[in-house]
């Protein structure tokens, strides 16, 4: 991957790692041990996974010496296994459950010692190729670079992920050997001693030929990202949700989205965000862990961890920042941005103001150019604004402060005290004009010259 910084399992694709991918699949089967072993970065790896997967318990690899190597650190991490075994790999991201639960139903349905996965890959180059018996079972794993013409046309290949018999594995494991070129213990020598031995070794085909396939760099990572949010995208399309164009739109694998709901061209919807039924985004948005209620609609916005409500209208140009909550009924418009602001069922803030730390009740208006002043240098503070009151035009609100219920502000003030129910508040210097002063202090100019017009015009007039 070319990365200082992250290690391979952990790019992320979808709004999950790629190692939190095949955790996902693994969970469906609702295994009794989920072990995940872990070596390169190790501490970041494990760190990942005490946060987002508690169930799964890393095992500490201290010398990367092979995979047969890696799950005799694994076994030996939890003593003996009686039951079915799966090795899987950390970097297949587009892996699935059912295909999962498919290869458990073939290795036990047909009682093998171990039962490899293996893909039909329309161009099998640099892959080993799966040899099969009349009985369909596998013969035989043969590399490429030791395959003959007959077997180099063979498209099943071993995709590198196992179910084995845990007794017969832990056995097998302790004759593998490093007589080999790279000195590792290969896993696959485990599936050569259990057939040598007589016990019987099965294969599962996956015809999705590129969902257990490991990625390996930037561009896979790339073609990876795109095959799995068609994938996602699919399956919201099939349970009654337009999305415009699949091709400018991202899905992340855990947001939810109802029927009837309208995801417009150059939207990204991402982490554990949902949209109700009716409501319309885009185009043009990125909502993270961001909620949008029925019959909404949000348009070029950036909204992260708000509560969007029903019928509230956000856009173009919003950017809904934490802890914003918007009533039903209510609008941000354009250029407005929120931060922690709770705003009232009906609550219009049209457009280019800011709102944070506050609180603003039922049937307000917010008029234009308007700033909450909540920072004082050294703590946030508060502005609460009642129910029906109607803010002034560049108005600034220096928290904190509160309007009662029904009070008015005139444009252009700074508001820094308190506002009674029902009072209108005038907070700017009166308005004062001194005749003449352009021509006096900027003679010469168009401006002057434009006020002497005027003012002949004027007295033409009279």
């Given at each position: 991957?070319?990365?200082?910084?992250?290690?391979?399992?952990?790019?992320?694709?979808?709004?999950?790692?790629?190692?939190?991918?095949?955790?996902?699949?693994?969970?469906?089967?609702?295994?009794?041990?989920?072990?995940?072993?872990?070596?390169?970065?190790?501490?970041?790896?494990?760190?990942?996974?005490?946060?987002?997967?508690?169930?799964?318990?890393p095992?500490?690899?201290?010398?990367?010496?092979?995979?047969?190597?890696?799950?005799?650190?694994?076994?030996?991490?939890?003593?003996?296994?009686?039951?079915?075994?799966?090795?899987?790999?950390?970097?297949?991201?587009?892996?699935?459950?059912?295909?999962?639960?498919?290869?458990?139903?073939?290795?036990?349905?047909?009682?093998?010692?171990?039962?490899?996965?293996?893909?039909?890959?329309?161009?099998?180059?640099?892959?080993?190729?799966?040899?099969?018996?009349?009985?369909?079972?596998?013969?035989?794993?043969?590399?490429?670079?030791?395959?003959?013409?007959?077997?180099?046309?063979?498209?099943?290949?071993?995709?590198?992920?196992?179910?084995?018999?845990?007794?017969?594995?832990?056995?097998?494991?302790?004759?593998?050997?490093?007589?080999?070129?790279?000195?590792?213990?290969?896993?696959?020598?485990?599936?050569?001693?259990?057939r040598?031995?007589?016990?019987?070794?099965?294969?599962?085909?996956?015809?999705h030929?590129?969902?257990?396939?490991?990625?390996n760099?930037?561009?896979?990572?790339?073609?990876?990202?795109?095959?799995?949010?068609?994938?996602?995208?699919?399956?919201?399309m099939?349970?009654?949700?337009?999305?415009?164009?699949?091709?400018?739109?991202?899905?992340?694998?855990?947001?939810t989205?109802?029927?009837?709901?309208?995801?417009?061209?150059?939207?990204?919807?991402?982490?554990?965000?949902?949209?109700?039924?009716?409501?319309?985004?885009?185009?043009?948005?990125?909502?993270?862990?961001?909620?949008?209620?029925?019959?909404?609609?949000?348009a070029?916005?950036?909204?992260?961890?708000?509560?969007?409500g029903?019928?509230?209208?956000?856009?173009?140009?919003?950017?809904?920042?934490?802890?914003?909550?918007?009533?039903?009924?209510?609008?941000?418009?354009?250029?407005?941005?929120?931060?922690?602001?709770?705003?009232?069922?009906?609550?219009?803030?049209?457009?280019?103001?800011?709102?944070?730390?506050?609180?603003?009740?039922?049937?307000?208006?917010?008029?234009?150019?308007?700033?909450?002043?909540?920072?004082?240098?050294?703590?946030?503070?508060?502005?609460?604004?009642?129910?029906?009151?109607?803010?002034?035009?560049d108005?600034?609100?220096?928290?904190?402060?509160?309007?009662?219920?029904?009070?008015?502000?005139?444009?252009?003030?700074?508001?820094?005290?308190?506002?009674?129910?029902?009072?209108?508040?005038?907070?700017?210097?009166?308005?004062?004009?001194?005749?003449?002063?352009?021509?006096?202090?900027?003679?010469?100019?168009?401006?002057?010259?434009?006020?002497?017009?005027?003012?002949?015009?004027?007295?033409?007039?009279?």
């Amino acid at each position: 991957m070319k990365s200082r910084k992250v290690p391979k399992v952990l790019h992320e694709l979808g709004g999950r790692t790629m190692v939190g991918h095949v955790l996902a699949a693994s969970v469906e089967l609702r295994p009794e041990l989920l072990l995940v072993v872990v070596g390169h970065d190790r501490e970041k790896v494990i760190a990942h996974l005490e946060a987002d997967w508690p169930d799964a318990r890393p095992v500490v690899q201290e010398q990367q010496n092979g995979t047969g190597h890696a799950v005799r650190m694994a076994l030996e991490a939890v003593g003996s296994i009686d039951g079915t075994v799966l090795v899987l790999n950390g970097d297949a991201p587009l892996l699935r459950g059912s295909v999962l639960h498919e290869l458990l139903a073939v290795h036990e349905g047909e009682g093998n010692a171990a039962t490899i996965l293996t893909a039909d890959m329309p161009d099998p180059t640099g892959y080993g190729r799966m040899i099969r018996a009349d009985d369909g079972s596998v013969s035989a794993i043969v590399e490429e670079k030791d395959a003959d013409a007959g077997q180099r046309a063979i498209t099943e290949i071993n995709v590198g992920m196992y179910a084995f018999d845990g007794a017969l594995l832990g056995a097998a494991l302790k004759q593998v050997t490093t007589d080999n070129a790279k000195g590792e213990e290969y896993l696959t020598d485990v599936v050569t001693i259990l057939r040598d031995s007589g016990h019987r070794v099965g294969g599962a085909l996956d015809r999705h030929w590129l969902g257990p396939l490991g990625v390996n760099d930037r561009v896979q990572l790339a073609e990876a990202r795109r095959l799995l949010n068609d994938r996602v995208l699919e399956a919201h399309m099939r349970q009654g949700v337009t999305v415009v164009d699949p091709l400018s739109t991202w899905v992340d694998v855990q947001v939810t989205i109802e029927p009837d709901a309208v995801i417009e061209p150059g939207t990204q919807l991402r982490g554990a965000t949902h949209v109700a039924a009716g409501a319309r985004v885009g185009p043009g948005c990125t909502l993270t862990d961001t909620t949008v209620g029925e019959d909404a609609v949000v348009a070029n916005a950036v909204c992260e961890r708000a509560e969007i409500g029903p019928e509230v209208s956000v856009g173009p140009f919003a950017y809904l920042r934490p802890g914003t909550k918007l009533a039903r009924g209510a609008k941000a418009g354009t250029y407005v941005e929120m931060k922690n602001a709770v705003v009232g069922e009906g609550t219009k803030v049209p457009h280019l103001t800011y709102v944070g730390d506050a609180e603003i009740g039922a049937g307000s208006n917010i008029g234009a150019a308007c700033v909450f002043v909540n920072y004082d240098g050294v703590e946030k503070r508060k502005s609460v604004v009642g129910d029906h009151v109607k803010v002034g035009s560049d108005n600034m609100l220096v928290a904190p402060v509160r309007i009662g219920d029904g009070a008015y502000t005139a444009a252009g003030s700074v508001i820094t005290g308190d506002v009674p129910p029902g009072a209108m508040a005038v907070a700017r210097a009166r308005q004062r004009n001194v005749e003449g002063w352009v021509e006096r202090k900027r003679p010469g100019t168009p401006a002057a010259e434009a006020a002497r017009r005027a003012q002949e015009r004027a007295e033409q007039g009279d």
